[in-house]
């Protein structure tokens, strides 16, 4: 799989979609983006947890974080242009795929906030890696190291903001 660094380097690469699916916790609330509307099953096509609110700060702050990772790395990226480009898709696909899981929840009648292993962890990273794919990308093996890492970050990262107040469940 690689050295310590390039599994540093898949992190480094990934860190806008980790910041864009965190961010709405603190930043989203409001209108929902389904606007209250429900499916031909009755219930609803995402729920009240996806916030016009969140996905804008979501995408707007993952954004913002590839600005800063091209002033620190400028030569991973070559051009400010292909940073932000890449943090932008990083970050919007990381959100489509927060979105498609949530869909997906509402269908086999999950409620808004439970669990769904996997999808919750993995669903953002794949659509995310996926929408960034034509810009830049990384080995094979380092998708993988992030596929099998990435759930513990969501695990962390969830369990802090449990601590820290921001939300009422640790998951
Ligand atoms: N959030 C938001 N807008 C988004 C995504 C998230 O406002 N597009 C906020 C909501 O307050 C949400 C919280 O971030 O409750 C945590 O996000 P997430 O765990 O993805 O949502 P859940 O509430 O668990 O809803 P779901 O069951 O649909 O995943
Ligand atoms: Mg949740
Ligand atoms: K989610």
């Not at 609803?44 to 996806?50: H, V």
């Not at 996905?55 to 932000?84: D, E, F, H, N, W």
């Amino acid at each position: 799989m690689g050295s310590l660094s390039s599994l540093l380097w898949a992190l480094w690469y990934v860190l806008p979609a980790y910041f864009a699916n965190a961010s709405p916790v603190l930043v989203g609330g409001g209108r929902p983006i389904d606007g209250g509307r429900t499916w031909r099953d009755g219930r609803r096509l995402l729920g009240d947890g996806k916030t016009w609110r969140g996905l804008a700060g979501g995408v707007t702050i993952g954004t913002l974080v590839g600005v800063l990772q091209y002033y620190i790395t400028p030569g991973y990226y070559g051009s400010l242009k292909t940073a932000v480009l890449l943090a932008f898709l990083l970050s919007f696909g990381a959100l489509i795929g927060d979105l498609t899981g949530s869909f997906i929840k509402r269908r086999v009648n999950l409620p808004r906030g439970a669990p769904a292993v996997g999808l919750d962890q993995l669903g953002f990273l794949i659509s995310a890696l996926a929408f960034a794919y034509p810009v830049k990308t990384v080995s094979s093996g380092q998708m993988l190291f992030l596929l099998l890492f990435t759930p513990f970050v969501h695990w962390g990262a969830n369990y802090l903001a449990y601590r820290m107040g921001w939300k009422s469940v640790p998951w």
